[in-house]
């Protein structure tokens, strides 16, 4: 007689039953009193554990039969209910292996093998043996939908993943169905994300509507792919994987010269997103990124600017994006909004990070940063951009002589520099300081003269 997982008037069964029932009465209890019975949520809580124990208790007793090794999790010595191969060629059951590599190891628990990557590749064929030898011993599998890896993931969102991105190599309509709904589960579900670092294939099939494109791309398509990388690349463990997958950056850049205004917003904060691994700064530096990043800056439309001062701040912190940036025109894009009272504290940053750039420090005397940014900090009431704006006023100062009489009128006039000197924070005041001992040095030598 075949086996099966449930018989009705077990023990495990009988102890469900009365905890059901409880369950019931205290739910109607709770929900027909006007005022919250906190014993009664406690109590219902625990019967819910309960329950959970059970279930858990009735799916392994399940498996008591002797099954073939090659069906064992090396990890968890139990039958493999989800089994996957890692870069070894190795294959343990998921929710293990997840937590093995989350503790930080990166060797095979096996052949001690490091691993050149962690994505888990699903074993179809031992999964398949799996099925079919429960299948002739009659037991039935537990429903995949019940299992939670360490993600809170499911075999149905799994299942649900897979068939999305098949979707996304068939017809347009498919696609944007597709695009949409992986858009909205990687918005709405942090798990959901990780998912793509688990297969090799998952971003290439993502961004293949857009990259196979040698016409006009549906511009909603294009907005839910790009808006599905930026919600990938908020997860710390895709960075790497979504800037180094080919074709993505690239991908980027153009999403930031066309389709809809969203998308070039949201472009430019997957970008930043990206940037903050060092290594991926450099990528996004030499794939041209910065140039329509400043041009959609120059654009000064409200929905993306703040996403694209981010972006640009975070790239220019390696000197290389800073000499490309300037080479683009960052600092005449970026004086223009401060002059017109746009996001002035945010470019502000950008514009002390770009003065160590010889050439950024000409460009601003040449365009009348001196007398622009003496004004901010007689103006405003922000700490920190007044100590942007005096960082940058004293690398003008002593690069270009021409503009002390521009400081020592201000000097003279406001008392500005002085101010600052004494009010400002501890690194507006040396550089206050700095540029005062500069100005006066140079009457002195003036007067010897």
């Not at 970008?271 to 041009?295: C, R, Y």
């Not at 950008?350 to 365009?367: P, R, T, W, Y």
Request: hydrophobic share 40%; with cysteine.
């Amino acid at each position: 007689m075949a086996k099966t997982g449930v018989v009705e008037g077990d023990p495990l069964t009988v102890k469900e039953m009365e905890l059901k029932r409880e369950l019931q009465r205290l739910v109607k209890a709770i929900l027909s009193q006007e005022e919250i019975n906190v014993d009664a949520i406690d109590k219902t809580q625990q019967i819910l554990l309960a329950l959970k124990e059970l279930k858990l208790k009735r799916r392994s007793s399940s498996f008591d039969l002797p099954f073939p090794e090659e069906f064992r999790c090396p990890l968890s010595k139990q039958l493999m209910r989800d089994p996957v191969m890692i870069a070894s060629g190795q294959t343990y059951d998921r929710p293990f292996i997840q937590k093995w590599l989350k503790a930080g190891n990166r060797m095979c628990p096996q052949t001690q093998q490091v691993l050149s990557h962690t994505i888990l590749t699903p074993n179809h064929l031992i999964r398949d043996m799996i099925s079919q030898w429960c299948k002739n011993n009659g037991i039935q599998m537990p429903d995949s939908v019940q299992f939670l890896n360490d993600e809170g993931l499911t075999e149905a969102d799994r299942d649900l993943f897979l068939s999305l991105l098949e979707k996304m190599s068939s017809t347009l309509s498919d696609q944007k169905v597709a695009a949409r709904e992986l858009r909205l589960l990687t918005k709405k579900m942090p798990s959901f994300r990780s998912l793509f670092g688990e297969s090799a294939d998952a971003i290439p099939q993502l961004v293949r509507p857009l990259s196979q494109s040698n016409s006009n791309v549906n511009p909603n398509l294009q907005e839910d792919i790009i808006t599905t990388l930026l919600n990938l690349s908020i997860h710390d463990n895709n960075k790497k994987l979504v800037a180094e997958t080919p074709k993505v950056i690239p991908l980027l850049v153009d999403a930031l010269r066309s389709g809809t205004i969203e998308t070039r917003s949201n472009a430019a904060a997957a970008l930043f997103t990206l940037s903050a691994l060092d290594s991926n700064k450099e990528l996004i530096g030499k794939s041209g990124a910065l140039k329509p990043l400043v041009e959609l800056l120059d654009e000064g439309n409200p929905v993306a600017m703040k996403d694209v001062a981010s972006a640009l701040f975070s790239l220019c912190i390696i000197q290389d994006n800073k000499a490309r940036a300037v080479r683009d025109g960052a600092v005449r894009a970026i004086l223009k909004k401060i002059m017109s009272n746009v996001h002035v504290d945010e470019l502000l940053a950008i514009l002390a990070m770009l003065s160590n750039n010889q050439k950024a420090v000409e460009e601003m005397g040449d365009l009348g940063a001196v007398t622009c940014l003496l004004n901010i900090i007689r103006e405003t009431s922000c700490a920190r951009s007044k100590e942007n704006c005096i960082a940058v006023l004293y690398t003008i100062c002593y690069s270009d002589r021409t503009k002390w009489k521009t400081l020592r009128d201000e000097e003279k006039t406001y008392g500005t520099i002085s101010q600052l000197a004494q009010n400002g924070t501890a690194r507006a005041k040396r550089k206050a300081n700095g540029i005062l001992d500069r100005l006066n040095r140079a009457i002195n030598l003036t007067h010897t003269a």
